[in-house]
């Protein structure tokens, strides 16, 4: 059984994951953009405030995810057997179902302006979910993989729209 820390742990995790979901199964786009009938698309913000350390939000965050291997693309057009590389997109998924594309550590970049703060952004995702997304709406694309920022323990999944699928009070 599992103990009510570990829980607590990932539930921002889980958190993040639904927000992922949710933004690739929802139209994405700007608010400055309009849907295919020509109406106003609104974007929400998701932010998801914890108590704990950074470092260990990011350790955990990090731990969740599988390692993107970006040689599948270049696979896929010199035409390697799509089911073959589907298999290895499956083995890329760390335990949360996603993969880490990439991280940015804006923290270390405001250096530059004579600020010190912690801010990581991470590019995450599953191309095997975005494919069955962007198969409907190409537009989808635009929000797959999604961004998590990181920043003095908020984190936050930008560009979704996901409020309608949990409460806006959710504690990590």
């Known amino acids: 059984m599992?103990?009510?820390?570990?829980?607590?742990?990932?539930?921002?995790?889980?958190?993040c994951a639904a927000v992922a979901v949710a933004t690739l199964t929802g139209v994405g786009m700007s608010s400055a953009q309009k849907d295919?009938?020509?109406r106003n698309v609104m974007i929400e913000h998701v932010h998801v405030k914890t108590a704990?350390?950074?470092g260990d939000v990011a350790a955990a965050l990090e731990a969740r995810m599988g390692k993107f291997d970006p040689a599948v693309y270049e696979q896929l057009q010199k035409g390697a057997d799509p089911e073959a590389?589907?298999?290895?997109?499956?083995?890329?998924?760390?335990?949360?179902g996603f993969m880490l594309f990439r991280t940015s550590d804006h923290g270390a970049l405001l250096r530059?302006?004579?600020?010190?703060k912690k801010a990581l952004q991470y590019l995450l995702g599953n191309p095997l979910f975005a494919v069955q997304m962007t198969r409907h709406d190409i537009r989808a694309g635009l929000y797959?993989?999604?961004?998590?920022?990181l920043y003095d323990v908020i984190v936050s999944a930008t560009d979704g729209p996901a409020s309608a699928y949990w409460p806006r009070s959710a504690e990590a």
Do not use: N, T, Y
């Not at 103990?3 to 889980?14: F, I, N, Q, V």
């Not at 290895?88 to 335990?95: D, I, N, Q, S, V």
């Open 36 to 38: 295919a009938q020509g």
């Open 144 to 149: 797959a993989p999604l961004r998590v920022l």
């Open 2 to 15: 599992r103990g009510s820390h570990d829980w607590k742990a990932e539930r921002w995790l889980l958190l």
């Open 112 to 116: 530059l302006a004579g600020q010190k």
């Open 85 to 96: 590389i589907r298999a290895r997109l499956e083995k890329m998924a760390g335990p949360s």
């Open 52 to 54: 704990k350390p950074f």
